[in-house]
């Protein structure tokens, strides 16, 4: 099935372009009149094999992966992708599960949203990548805490030429923080893969991370508590 491509006449050829890969139609009919609604070009795809055939002809700013398709998944996709392309992925996902979320996101997925879902929520999710990207550039992929430095990709936190031992558990919730940085990030976001999704856990491994990133743990100045909501990454850009 071959990729289409939808324009409005008013909207400029330098508009945001998008790509939706969804094998259900409706979903990206939807989709596609909203975002188009909203001044961004958009190009649908119904499974992987058209996604690929629209990648590599077109230039996109974003791309949407539906994660449960007939053949390739779009995780299995997003990972295929890694490295290759550019533009940020965002996952549209019926599963629920802590451990589908942090698969994604060790991927390399930008965000995700669980259907069903409001249309302007996602369309809140895609301008805050789009102002990420805008303001960090491109392809960049570190970010500075104070005199660390962190490589979201590689997902190695340093200080000058020394390199801090982080663990897996760590590195995955640092990788979290750093995909979005400025945003509060609830605690339910931020449950393991190994299960233990209660508040009390979520609170010793923030707090065993920030051992490890702020000079004053007590006292936090990049990764603080929003109360009754979850954490808050602050970088230096």
Known sequence: ?????DRQSPLPDNAPHILIVDDDERIRNLLAKYLLGNGFRVTRAADAASARAALSGLEFDLLILDVMMPGETGFELAQSLKGRINAPIFMLTALGEPEQRVKGLEIGVEDYITKPFEPKELLIRIGNIMRRIEKSGTGQDRISIGELRF??????????EKTIKLT??????????????????ARHELSGSDGDSSDRAVDVQINRLRRKIEKDPANPVYLQTVRGKGYILHTDE
Do not use: Q
């Open 1 to 5: 099935m071959t990729a289409g491509t």
């Open 151 to 160: 490589n979201i990709a590689r997902g190695d936190l340093s200080s000058g």
């Open 168 to 185: 897996e558990r760590e590195r995955e919730l640092l990788r979290i923080f750093a995909r979005r940085r400025g945003e509060t990030v």
